[in-house]
């Protein structure tokens, strides 16, 4: 399926309570064809209103994350394990990630990233083991179906805990070296 028909057809999506109360489908933003796709778990007000992911002030830290390490969102795909807000911006209960994983699973495929990395822990703990610790494992790298998985703290825990900040340089460190070790594309050779 290519993208935008995944997307058109996850607006009519039902298939748990946050369609109801949603003003737009947070569907995913960036290059389709990325080698690189950063999942965070689901969007907030400003998302909402804009049908972009990581659009507020955590969106603004996303970006210069990734401006640190020579990306933008051209050269990544933006998605989150839900695509409607939760109300209040609570997290994503397990049954709604559950209802939203066919979309998210649609989407890692027709992207076919070769690196994914997880913001912060639900899609850690959706994507790389239920177990998983953000505290604890982030920078790790974990091969998943010839995938390579790391995860590193959301934007929004960064901006509550700036004490994160420097563990997550290095992690974006380890980040844009496994780039240049497995991905042809995103960085331009010289």
């Given at each position: 399926?290519?993208?935008?028909?995944?997307?058109?057809?996850?607006?009519?999506?039902?298939?748990?309570?946050?369609?109801?109360?949603?003003t737009?489908l947070?569907?995913?933003?960036?290059n389709?064809?990325?080698?690189?796709?950063?999942?965070?778990?689901?969007?907030?007000?400003?998302?909402?209103l804009?049908?972009?992911?990581?659009?507020?002030?955590?969106?603004?830290?996303?970006?210069?994350?990734?401006?640190?390490?020579?990306?933008?969102?051209?050269?990544?795909?933006?998605?989150?394990?839900?695509?409607?807000?939760?109300?209040?911006?609570?997290d994503?209960?397990?049954?709604e990630?559950?209802?939203?994983?066919?979309w998210?699973?649609?989407?890692?495929?027709?992207?076919?990233?070769?690196?994914?990395?997880?913001?912060?822990r639900?899609?850690?703990?959706?994507l790389?083991?239920?177990?998983?610790?953000?505290?604890?494992?982030?920078?790790?790298?974990?091969?998943?179906?010839?995938?390579?998985?790391?995860?590193?703290?959301?934007?929004?825990?960064?901006?509550?805990?700036?004490?994160?900040?420097?563990?997550?340089?290095?992690?974006?460190?380890?980040?844009?070296q496994?780039?240049r070790?497995?991905?042809?594309?995103?960085?331009?050779?010289?």
């Amino acid at each position: 399926m290519e993208m935008d028909s995944i997307r058109e057809a996850c607006r009519s999506c039902e298939l748990c309570g946050l369609a109801a109360g949603r003003t737009r489908l947070v569907f995913g933003d960036g290059n389709p064809q990325a080698e690189v796709m950063l999942i965070g778990e689901g969007p907030g007000e400003q998302e909402d209103l804009q049908g972009i992911p990581f659009v507020g002030p955590a969106g603004k830290l996303l970006d210069t994350m990734l401006e640190l390490i020579d990306l933008d969102r051209s050269k990544v795909y933006i998605a989150n394990m839900v695509k409607c807000r939760p109300p209040h911006n609570r997290d994503p209960r397990d049954e709604e990630i559950a209802a939203c994983r066919p979309w998210l699973e649609h989407q890692i495929k027709a992207v076919d990233p070769k690196i994914i990395i997880c913001l912060g822990r639900i899609a850690a703990g959706a994507l790389i083991d239920k177990n998983f610790r953000i505290t604890r494992e982030h920078g790790q790298w974990f091969d998943i179906d010839g995938k390579e998985y790391t995860a590193i703290y959301h934007p929004s825990a960064l901006l509550r805990d700036p004490g994160k900040r420097p563990e997550t340089f290095e992690d974006l460190r380890g980040i844009r070296q496994k780039i240049r070790e497995k991905c042809e594309r995103t960085y331009d050779r010289v």
